[in-house]
Every structure is written in structure tokens, then in C-alpha cells.
């Protein structure tokens, strides 16, 4: 099994910044793609970010320009920079892993953006 644990959340105000970082730990042997997804209240659940093991990146369209990804393979962690942040990033925040097609959830951390 992979266990994921997010840090780094919090409340910040908009046009703020904030880090968040995740690290796997269990059986990370070959995992693949890392990422970041959030949900907000009453929403579902989105992708935010996602990292390949040679550093190609995808990110949703809401948050290019702002958010950027970043990993470490040697160390199993995933990153999330977050810059000018606006009160629709406000969400809980999942860090994500892959391997052989499996998924594993982080438990979230929580975002909160005030206006």
C-alpha cells in the first residue's frame, strides 16, 4: 500500500501564496504520475496538477500561470506553489498517486482563500 500526507494548508488572503507538499511513503516502488486534485463545497472533485516521473506537467486551465508542480522521485514528494490565489482555489486538496493504473488519495488538506 502507498500512504500520502499532505502538509501546508491553511488560510491565506487573495493574491497570496501558499506551498503545498505531499510525501508517499508504504510501497512507492514505481509509481508514476503524482498530482493534485481539489474539491470544493458542493463541487466535485477536480484535477488541479499532474506530474510524470520525467517532470512533464499538466495543469487544469484555472490555475496555469499560477500554480506550478513539482517533484522529487528520489524522495517520493510532490509539491503545489500556489500564487495569486483567488477565493474560488478555497477547496480541500487530495495529493494523488499512480501505479499500474491504481489510485491512491492523500486524506486532504484544506484551502482556504478569503476575499
Known amino acids: 500500500q502507498v500512504q500520502l500526507v499532505e502538509s501546508g494548508g491553511g488560510l491565506v488572503q487573495a493574491g497570496g501564496s501558499m506551498r503545498l507538499d505531499c510525501e508517499a511513503s508504504?510501497?512507492?516502488?514505481?509509481?508514476?504520475?503524482m498530482g493534485w486534485h481539489r474539491q470544493a463545497p458542493g463541487k466535485q472533485r477536480e484535477l488541479v496538477a499532474i506530474?510524470?516521473?520525467?517532470?512533464?506537467?499538466i495543469y487544469a486551465d484555472s490555475v496555469k500561470g499560477r500554480f506550478t508542480i513539482s517533484r522529487d522521485t528520489a524522495k517520493n514528494t510532490v509539491a503545489l506553489q500556489m500564487n495569486i490565489l483567488k477565493p474560488e482555489d478555497t477547496a480541500v486538496y487530495y495529493c494523488?498517486?499512480?501505479?499500474?493504473?491504481?489510485?491512491?488519495w492523500g486524506k486532504g488538506t484544506q484551502v482556504t482563500v478569503s476575499s
Open positions: 494523488t498517486a499512480n501505479r499500474l493504473g491504481q489510485n491512491f
Open positions: 506530474i510524470t516521473p520525467s517532470s512533464s506537467k
Open positions: 508504504g510501497n512507492t516502488f514505481g509509481l508514476s504520475v
